[in-house]
């Protein structure tokens, strides 16, 4: 593959970043024990469990790629190189995304193997993580592309999460929020509308990730001085 | 690669910074002298295809840059150091230049590698070839932006006020082996150091408030203060009208050199200008045109 050492230094290059996701499991993982260690009964340990998959990581990751696209020291070299830029966003915003992916897959299986799993049919284990990752990395590149803050655009993904999670039942029960709720498997579970849920998620996680991507190939917005 | 500008304008919202600019440039080291502001990273930026104009024609090299494939044509043949080239601070020095040689296009890992070990050698960074980019100092990151804009050997070199900040050795040991990679290419040098472009460059533009102001050889400039320059030992506050260059006290009272259309002061005399002094002529006449 020709590009395949270009992959190895967005790899080397993504440093910390790339292990938020990581970080994201740790944190779930110390919070069931100490949950486990307080005598919390099994079904809430799963649940807690499943919430790392479905609202922790896809936070993480919604952060981690406001960081991708906010911060780059090197950025105004990279627009005068025959490799336009966005193709190099692209691939950073891959590897971030596969790392993601590979650890929420590994987990779910883990969960699986070790009797833990509380959530849908293993074959659209997938669809707990993807659809709120998808959504809230959407949302957080958007956000970054339009405001060129990463304060602006972390506040905004992190109140985004938070408020699903405060009005989790507003959420549930209005039925034009209903197919954004990002929480639907750990706060209600696997309804008849799970799928359409996961669907609406992740087209219109694909969508705000596409415009974002659009407002990035204006270089005049990713010049200006950055704020912090 | 020969650089053809004719009625180039770039506006950001209300604020103009290129203003309707001319500009030709055959080949060689060329100076581009400027105080800040004037639009000089703004020329950069669209000779180097980063920003589009707002009106005008550029030609680098027969390509057109308002065209996705003029742009691209002339990238796969530019080096360009940026004001502030930011490093990824945990990269080596090696790994950074691989990185970009791979952006570039340079696909065979071993002419990348032996490349790099050559250009490495050429700014004196072959010792810190392993360390980390965080722990180099302004002058060795000056050393890799150059580096890099070399690799795949550029007909088109554009590195923006590359001096600034440097201490004098450094910056002159910069703008030495700016002059030495300039043979058989064309570097565009920008500055508002007069003397970096004094020393490197025999022709140069001279830019104030998005246009250019002279273009030409570099010693004509010293010509703009002929007849205008005056020295002037005073004991009080600097003579008012003209321009004061330098001022030095010594036992007499103070040297002032001034740069003035009219005779200052009846004790005034006409001096021979300095290059600096004939830069501040050009700057003065801009201003009172
Ligand atoms: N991205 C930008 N957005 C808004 N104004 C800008 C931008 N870049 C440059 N300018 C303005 O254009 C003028 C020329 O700036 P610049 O090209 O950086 O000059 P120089 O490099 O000679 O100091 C200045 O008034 C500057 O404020
Ligand atoms: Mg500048």
């Known amino acids: 593959m020709k590009h395949l050492p270009l992959w190895r230094h967005e790899l080397r290059r993504a440093g910390w970043t790339a292990c938020s996701p990581a970080a994201a499991l740790a944190a779930t993982l110390a919070l069931t024990a100490a949950a486990a260690a307080f005598g919390t009964a099994r079904p809430q340990l799963e649940r807690i469990l499943l919430t790392g998959l479905e609202a922790l990581i896809p936070l993480s990751a919604g952060m981690a790629a406001v960081a991708v696209v906010s911060r780059d020291p090197s950025r105004e070299l990279q627009l005068t190189l025959p490799t336009p830029y966005t193709t190099t966003l692209g691939r950073r915003l891959a590897v971030l995304g596969g790392l993601s992916a590979a650890l929420s897959i590994a987990f779910s299986a883990a969960l699986a193997l070790g009797g833990w799993w509380n959530g849908p049919g293993l074959p659209y284990a997938p669809l707990v993580w993807a659809a709120p990752l998808l959504w809230l990395t959407g949302l957080a590149l958007l956000v970054a592309a339009l405001g060129r803050s990463v304060v602006l655009a972390t506040t905004t993904v992190a109140a985004v999460w938070l408020g699903e999670q405060l009005f989790a039942t507003s959420f549930a029960t209005t039925p034009g929020l209903r197919p954004f709720f990002l929480f639907m498997t750990t706060r209600i579970g696997v309804p008849t509308d799970w799928d359409a849920n996961r669907a609406a998620l992740t087209t219109s996680g694909a969508l705000l990730a596409a415009l974002a991507l659009i407002l990035l190939r204006r270089p005049e917005r990713l010049l200006t001085e950055e704020e912090t | ?289």
């Open chain 2, 1 to 289: 690669m020969d650089i053809q500008i004719t009625g180039l304008r770039r506006t950001f919202g209300k604020v103009t910074a290129l203003d309707g600019l001319d500009l030709a440039v055959p080949g060689g080291m060329y100076g581009l002298l400027g105080t800040n502001g004037a639009g000089k990273t703004t020329l950069m930026r669209v000779l180097a295809g980063v920003l589009p104009p707002t009106a005008g024609t550029v030609r680098v090299g027969g390509h057109d840059l308002t065209t996705r494939t003029g742009r691209l044509a002339v990238q796969r043949r530019l080096g360009y150091l940026p004001q502030d080239l930011g490093l990824y601070p945990d990269l080596s020095a090696q790994e950074f230049l691989d990185y970009v040689g791979l952006l570039k296009g340079l696909d065979d890992t071993a002419a990348r590698r032996r490349q790099i070990g050559e250009l490495l050698d050429m700014v004196g960074l072959t010792d810190a070839v392993g360390r980390k980019l965080r722990g180099f100092s302004g002058g060795m990151r000056r050393r890799v932006g150059i580096a890099q804009a070399l690799l795949g050997d550029p007909a088109l070199v554009v590195v923006d006020e590359p001096t600034a900040g440097l201490d004098p050795e450094e910056r002159i040991r910069f703008r030495t082996l700016l002059a030495s990679i300039a043979a058989g290419r064309t570097v565009l040098l920008s500055t508002h150091i007069v003397e970096d472009v004094a020393q490197t460059c025999r022709d140069t533009a001279v830019m104030a408030r998005g246009r250019v102001v002279f273009n030409g050889p570099v010693a004509d400039i010293v010509q703009r203060a002929e007849g205008i320059t005056w020295e002037l030992v005073g004991q009080g506050p600097p003579p008012a009208g003209g321009v004061v260059v330098s001022a030095v006290s010594r036992s007499d009272g103070t040297h002032y050199r001034l740069v003035s259309p009219t005779r200052p002061d009846p004790r005034a005399v006409p001096v021979q200008p300095s290059l600096e002094e004939g830069y501040v002529a050009l700057m003065h006449a801009g201003t009172s045109a």
